[in-house]
Each structure stands twice: as C-alpha cells, then as structure tokens.
C-alpha cells in the first residue's frame, strides 16, 4: 500500500491538482463550460471530494454522491477548511431519486470498474442530466499493468508488480494469502476483477444505453500519474488505440464525453 493512501488530505490535494490540471481542460476541449454560479456538477462517488472542489472555488453549485460516510465526512471537514459550498448526499446512487435538480456536468471518475450494474448505471445516471448535458467517464482498462487495483496490497512486491490480476482466480488468491494479504483486501480485489471493463466492454455499454460519444481518449500514461509519481501524461499511439484487445494492456485510463 502506497503512502499516499494513508494520508488522506494528500489524496484530496491530488485529486483537485489532476481536476484542475487535466480533466477540466479536457473536458473544454470539447464542450463550452462555463464555471460560475449558473454551473452545475454533480459527481458520483466523490469520495473525499477533491475534484469537486475545484469546481466549488469557482462559484459552481456542486453535488457528490457517496455510499460511505467515513468519505463524506473528510469531504465536508475539507470543504469547510476551504470555506466552500457543497452538497453532499451519503448514499448509493441507485438509490438516490431526486430529479428535480438537474445538472450540466456529471462526473464518473474511476468508479465504472467498481460497479457490477453498469448499463443500469448509466441509464439511471440520465435522470440527473440536462437535456444538453454532459457526462464524464474516466475508467482503467482491466488488462493494464495496474488493473486489478493490486497496489492496495500491503505488501510492497505484490503493490508493485504489474499484470499480476492477470494470473487465473484459484493462482492469485493463492499467491495473495501466501503474503499474508487480509480477506478483506482479497475481498475487494476480487470484486474489482468481477465488474471489470474493457475498452470493448465500455464501447457495448454506451451502444446498449443510447449515449453518444462526444470524445474518448486512450491515455498510455495516466495524467494522474504526475502528480501521484512525476510521470508526464501520453496519449496512446493512435496505431495501437485503434487494435481491439491489445490496446486494453496498455491504457491506464481512457477519458470519454457523452451525451444523451
């Protein structure tokens, strides 16, 4: 387990760093977004809040949705150090029905490969948008080095080394309990390796929930991966984003724009 995952006022510095530096100009690559009091932004598993807080300091009206409390709790302490205005709902977005507010922007940052409904997922998630809405996607592709999310491991070698998640279920729990790993951490592991998502797989997801592609880009560095390990973000070369499959070992993130 890195340090970084300890210290959770880091975490959110992070988050609002990679939101101001690369989502948010992503996004304005593509959409006209305007960040005022008549902006609205809503993220779905906000966690501590960190890229909603960029949004907050320009003046947007901003939501997280969180299903746990320990999360919202440091988002709203964070919020209040910072003196920002925030709602912050605590429960799973499935179970959350207020349409009566709807928003310009939706935010689904490395969440899609935690959820086991996804084209439920998305449908439901066109309830809280504008009829000229946007929403965000930013997911890993299970094949790549880090797609199992194994560096949660406590033990450094097993954090650290990559396509591990790849080996058969039987061989990995195997090799995670004979480092001392915790059931709790194999728990979660392998329900990440249940809800995996491909390139293809989101492609099939967006076709089945009526979603339009604004833009999707294939990152081979991860821009998140500059603040977290001072590695400059790359695009993926267009000649191997293009082949099916193996473009998946070597995407740590695809960022994509939809559109009802």
């Known amino acids: ?16 760093i990679s939101c101001e530096k690369y989502y948010i100009p992503y996004i304005r690559e593509f959409i006209d977004m305007e960040l005022n009091e008549n902006y609205s932004v809503m993220e779905i598993g906000c966690s501590m809040g960190g890229n909603l807080s960029v949004f907050a300091c320009s ?4 939501a997280g949705v969180e299903p746990y409390s320990v999360f919202l709790d440091l988002a709203k302490e ?21 349409t009566e507010t709807k928003f310009d922007l939706l935010i689904l940052h490395d969440v899609l490969e935690h ?3 996804k084209e439920a997922l998305l449908r439901h998630l066109k309830k809280f948008m504008k009829d000229d809405g946007v929403l965000y996607v930013g997911f890993p592709a299970w094949q790549m080095p880090f797609g199992g999310h194994q560096q949660m ?3 450094k070698m097993l954090a650290n080394f990559p396509y591990i998640h790849l080996l058969p279920r039987r061989l990995l729990k195997f090799i995670l309990q004979s480092f001392g790993e915790p059931d709790t951490l194999l728990k979660e592991l392998f329900s990440i390796r249940d809800c995996r998502i491909s390139i293809e797989g989101f492609n099939r997801l967006i076709a089945k929930t009526g979603y339009r592609i604004v833009n999707k880009r294939l990152y081979f ?6 603040v977290k390990f001072g590695l400059k973000p790359r ?5 191997i984003a293009k082949i099916p499959y193996l473009r998946n070992f070597f995407t740590t993130t695809c960022y994509c724009l939809l559109r009802k």
């Open 1 to 16: 387990m890195q340090a970084r995952h300890k210290d959770r006022e880091t975490y959110f510095r992070e988050s609002e």
């Open 59 to 62: 003046g947007c009206k901003v």
């Open 78 to 98: 964070y919020f209040e150090k910072r003196n920002l205005k925030a709602t912050f709902i605590n429960t799973d977005i499935f179970d959350y029905h207020n």
């Open 115 to 117: 959820i086991p409904e």
């Open 153 to 155: 491991a406590k033990n």
């Open 221 to 226: 560095i991860n821009p998140h991966y500059e």
């Open 235 to 239: 695009i993926l070369h267009p000649l």
